[in-house]
């Protein structure tokens, strides 16, 4: 994905898209679980914190303030 997609995405998910968050989802999920893994040492606190934070990530994205924070943002529910 270009960075003028995720952009658009950004946008759609800010304005209730499902598809497009799931877009952006995919896009960070590796990442996710990776930071979460290295810090919990666990498998499976890991994933429930991913899960957590996409939920909590999903229910809060009409507060992002900022197509380009989407990354960092993500990253400190996380």
Not at 28 to 57: G, I, K, M
Request: glycine share 2%; charged share 35%; net charge negative.
């Amino acid at each position: 994905m270009d960075r003028e997609e995720f952009r658009k995405d950004v946008k759609l998910a800010v304005s209730g898209d499902k598809q497009a968050f799931s877009r952006l989802y995919a896009l960070v999920y590796e990442e996710l679980y990776r930071t979460a893994f290295y810090s919990l040492r666990n498998e499976h606190d890991a994933a429930d914190t991913v899960s957590d934070t996409v939920l909590d990530a999903y229910n809060s994205i009409g507060k992002l303030r900022s197509e380009e924070a989407f990354r960092s943002w993500i990253f400190k529910i996380l």
